[in-house]
């Protein structure tokens, strides 16, 4: 249930709780009159007093009828409507009559308070009204021939200040505790309006509000003939934060921010701060500014460098300066789109061209983003299609021991036979997978797959090597990953140290809890990992103590400069040899192309070796073809 929702069922709970109460009050006080009125009025036909015993039955009578009709009903306004009216009439009979031993007047005080109180403020003036009127009637003018008893002019003049008074009381009471109510009624719609349409930890405009500033404002520079900027901010490595020092330093993170940004897109030459309106928290850390009338395009590129020199020597929050930077796309409106839908998926378009292009910086929206764009729109279509219709297919890479080159593990690589996606290749298509989460559905088809074909050749090919399966940088925080693992494996019948699973380098970040535990986790199931790509990342190297890793794979691009003029590049396969050993790591070579750098690896102490050279990746029967042989 969201905040908003309960917020709404607590003000709906206090309406009820007084439906409730007037209820209750209704019928208790029913019963209590019913048996004052029957007592009282058996009493005083027996004394004689047949007139104002009779009224008084009759008034118990209606009690009762009244107690019928709300079980029946549950009209609460309608009981305490006609509970009014028994009063009203009680309290003038026994002001004509005097009630027993002329004490009348007495017994009047409490039944006229308690008409009041059973009734809301305006209708108990009406009462009050009805009741001074009808009362001074029949005290003060010539219609006193209808009393029964006798009143001196002291005695009526005292009892009209005395009800007066009894009765500004009890309205001004009323009164009190309806203004209290409506109050409290509004509280809590305002409350509800800020939920709805503000963000509770920043206090700015949330995304439904923005949607409906937007559109507001670009109806007006459409009007007004206008251009109006919108720049999309992300927040980079904020879950870094929030994994390292937990989600209330991220909180306070957001909050700094927000505050900073309201300040730092307001013209140095103005005092006042800028509207609320054109601020924005859409989600998580994400953040728009809306630009009104800006004269040039350039105009909103030089708020986003202000945005972005927010930044500058990292954001420091709570004595720690964390690495967070900004990513800023930017749509203009009238020259990208005049759709607020457009413009807003425009800039968000090209704030995710500006994380591909180092991050730490802002694009404006470009016919390159638009197309990328939709080449994007297109894979999602066909990887969802892909999945849905099985046209996903493996490739097998023989790995190879660089001692005597046997096939020792063998590498799935997954390819796809979709019409939608011909001509694009897992390095088109896997990020896009992982930005819309199919990634998920991908990898655990990619897994299943692969331990079905490692169950055959361990069963029926006398396989002993290892099956290596990429997967996700995601999974490292997906919970669910390890037991999905575990119940594969068991369904396969699968050893565990028959697998390995192949995470790129670049997937890990130094500190993260959560990799870290999904790790051990899948470390614990008994499956090893090697670490992909290695040397492009950011590995620092007493990190490795804590990684769970087996195995490093060093990155193509290292074992192709094997014998590059560039000293630099050509050491790195020797480090990484060197850093494995020193961690009892295996390390497997990929993108060997040529006999020399074979030999290389060879002489130099490499473990495994995967390329062109030694083989392409192969179909199903190429690759058991190649096994036997």
């Known amino acids: 249930m969201t905040y908003i929702q309960e917020m709404k069922v ?12 007037r209820h209750t ?28 015993g009779s009224i008084l039955i009759l008034n118990a009578i209606l009690g009762v009828a009244n107690l019928y ?107 009190s505790e309806e203004q209290a109510y409506q109050t409290i009624l509004q509280l809590h719609a305002d ?9 509770m930890l920043t206090g700015l405009p949330n995304r439904w509000s923005f949607k409906f500033n937007l559109e507001r404002m670009l109806t007006r520079a459409k009007k007004d003939k206008q251009r109006l900027g919108l720049l999309y901010i992300d927040l980079d490595n904020f879950k870094q934060v929030n994994d390292q020092y937990g989600h209330e330093a991220g909180d306070r993170l957001l909050l700094k921010f927000s505050e900073q940004l309201r300040e730092t897109i307001r013209p140095s030459d103005e005092l006042h701060k800028p509207q609320a309106e054109i601020l924005a928290r859409l989600a998580g850390d994400e953040f728009v500014v809306l630009l009104p009338n800006i004269k040039d395009p350039l105009d909103a590129s030089t708020v986003a460098t202000r945005i972005l020199n927010i930044f500058e020597g990292g954001f420091k929050v709570d004595d720690f300066d964390h690495m967070v930077y900004a990513s800023i796309g930017i749509a203009v409106y009238p020259d990208i789109t005049t759709e607020p839908f457009d413009l807003l998926h425009h800039a968000d378009a090209a704030m995710y061209d500006a994380k591909n292009n180092g991050r730490n910086c802002f694009r404006f929206f470009t016919q390159e983003i638009a197309d990328k764009l939709q080449q994007r729109q297109l894979i999602e279509k066909g990887l969802r299609l892909a999945l849905n219709e099985k046209h996903f297919s493996l490739v097998y890479m023989p790995i190879f021991d660089c001692e005597d080159n046997s096939i020792v593990a063998v590498e799935v690589l997954l390819r796809c036979q979709s019409t939608e996606l011909k001509g694009v290749g897992p390095d088109q298509f896997i990020p896009v997978a992982e930005a819309t989460g199919l990634i998920k559905d991908i990898d655990l088809w990619v897994i299943d797959n692969a331990l079905q074909a ?27 990953f390890p037991i999905q693992i575990k119940k594969l494996l068991d369904y396969h019948k699968i050893k565990p140290e028959s697998v390995e699973l192949e995470v790129t380098e670049t997937a890990f970040v130094a500190g993260d809890i959560t990799c870290l535990r999904i790790l051990k986790a899948l470390d614990e199931l008994g499956v090893s990992i090697a670490l992909d790509d290695f040397g492009t990342g950011y590995t620092a190297f007493n990190q490795l103590i804590h990684y769970p890793a087996d195995c490093l794979k060093i990155d193509r691009s290292f074992v192709n400069d094997l014998f590059s003029e560039r000293e630099a590049r050509n050491k790195m396969v020797m480090i990484i040899q060197s850093l494995a050993k020193l961690y009892d790591l295996r390390v497997i070579a990929e993108g060997v192309e040529t006999e020399a750098q074979l030999t290389y690896l060879r002489e130099h102490g490499c473990d495994w ?18 096994l036997n042989t």
């Open 609 to 626: 070796a995967q390329g062109y050279y030694l083989s392409r990746p192969l179909k199903w029967g190429e690759f058991l073809n190649a």
């Open 454 to 480: 490692q169950g055959i050749l361990q069963n029926q090919h006398n396989f002993k090597g290892k099956i290596c399966i990429n997967i996700s940088g995601v999974e490292l925080h997906n919970e669910a």
């Open 25 to 52: 009050l209704c019928q208790v006080l029913t019963i209590l009159g019913v048996i004052f009125l029957t007592t009282f009025g058996s009493l005083s036909l027996i004394n004689g007093a047949y007139f104002l």
């Open 191 to 199: 409350d509800i309006r800020q939920m709805a349409y503000y963000d």
């Open 69 to 175: 009709l709300l079980k029946l009903s549950g009209n609460v306004e309608q009981a305490a409507r006609i509970l009014s009216g028994i009063l009203l009439i009680l309290s003038m009979c026994l002001l004509i009559t005097g009630g027993e031993s002329n004490t009348g007047m007495l017994w009047i005080y409490p039944i006229v308070a308690i008409n009041l109180f059973i009734n809301r403020f305006w209708p108990a003036v009406c009462v009050f009204g009805i009741f001074s009127a009808a009362s001074m009637l029949v005290l003060f003018t010539p219609l006193t021939n209808l009393l029964m008893t006798s009143y001196s002019l002291a005695e009526a003049i005292r009892f009209m200040l005395t009800m007066l008074a009894l009765n500004a009381i009890c309205l001004a009471a009323l009164r």
């Open 10 to 21: 607590g003000q709906q709970e206090m309406l009820a709780v007084r439906h409730r109460r």
